[in-house]
Antibody, heavy 121, light 109 residues
Framework: QVQLVQSGAEVKKPGASVKVSCKASGYTFTSYYMHWVRQAPGQGLEWMGIINPSGGSTSYAQKFQGRVTMTRDTSTSTVYMELSSLRSEDTAVYYC??????????????WGQGTMVTVSS | EIVLTQSPGTLSLSPGERATLSCRASQSVSSSYLAWYQQKPGQAPRLLIYGASSRATGIPDRFSGSGSGTDFTLTISRLEPEDFAVYYCQQYGSSLMYTFGQGTKLEIK
């Protein structure tokens, strides 16, 4: 079945970086764009950026420009999200989510289970 | 950037009642690129509605979406116990901006 499986929880110190993985299965990895969305404790959903798994092109939300990098490995059908210069406000659950359909613009029909990232000294 | 404002913040209803959730955009949402998601505690969001009114795969027909331009509505015709959750609207496709509303919590009265 179609699924996205994310890496496990992380605890990081302020100023460090974190890299979260999202492994896709059950479909043609390079045919569907992928997004990253985060959710701080008790808060709403915040869009971070998008990656095209086929060519690797990316677009990031302005808020995260310069701090986030999204990459992919087509050999393992995995996308990665790396966030640097972590601060306490980055404590959140991070989700990968697949775009419905093969076009860039679409709703998010498949979500990973989420990865909790805690930033604490 | 398109800002989505959901109302009410919290909606208290009983099973069997009808729920009406609103999502208003600060500017017109192109081609009805508006989606609704349901999120239960400890779970990832689940896609309910896309294109403003199309149900996603496996979504019961008690869920319906409507609206265009700047005003959109999610209606749950007869609430089941499993429908009590937080609901988010989202616009997608506007200049690579994919904003979410702040959410409406649907709670049991």
């Amino acid at each position: 079945q179609v699924q996205l499986v994310q890496s496990g929880a992380e605890v990081k110190k302020p100023g460090a970086s974190v890299k979260v993985s999202c492994k896709a299965s059950g479909y043609t990895f390079t045919s569907y764009y992928m997004h990253w969305v985060r959710q701080a404790p008790g808060q709403g959903l915040e869009w971070m950026g998008i990656i095209n798994p086929s060519g690797g092109s990316t677009s990031y939300a302005q808020k995260f420009q310069g701090r986030v990098t999204m990459t992919r490995d087509t050999s393992t059908s995995t996308v990665y999200m790396e966030l640097s210069s972590l601060r306490s406000e980055d404590t959140a659950v991070y989700y990968c989510a697949r775009v419905m359909g093969i076009q860039q613009d679409g709703a998010f029909d498949i979500w990973g289970q989420g990865t909790m990232v805690t930033v604490s000294s | 950037e398109i800002v989505l404002t959901q109302s009410p913040g919290t909606l208290s209803l009983s099973p069997g009642e009808r729920a009406t959730l609103s999502c208003r955009a600060s500017q017109s949402v192109s081609s009805s690129y508006l989606a609704w998601y349901q999120q239960k505690p400890g779970q990832a969001p689940r896609l309910l509605i896309y294109g403003a009114s199309s149900r996603a795969t496996g979504i019961p027909d008690r869920f319906s979406g409507s609206g265009s331009g700047t005003d959109f509505t999610l209606t749950i015709s007869r609430l089941e116990p499993e429908d009590f959750a937080v609901y988010y609207c989202q616009q997608y496709g506007s200049s690579l901006m994919y904003t979410f509303g702040q959410g409406t919590k649907l709670e049991i009265k």
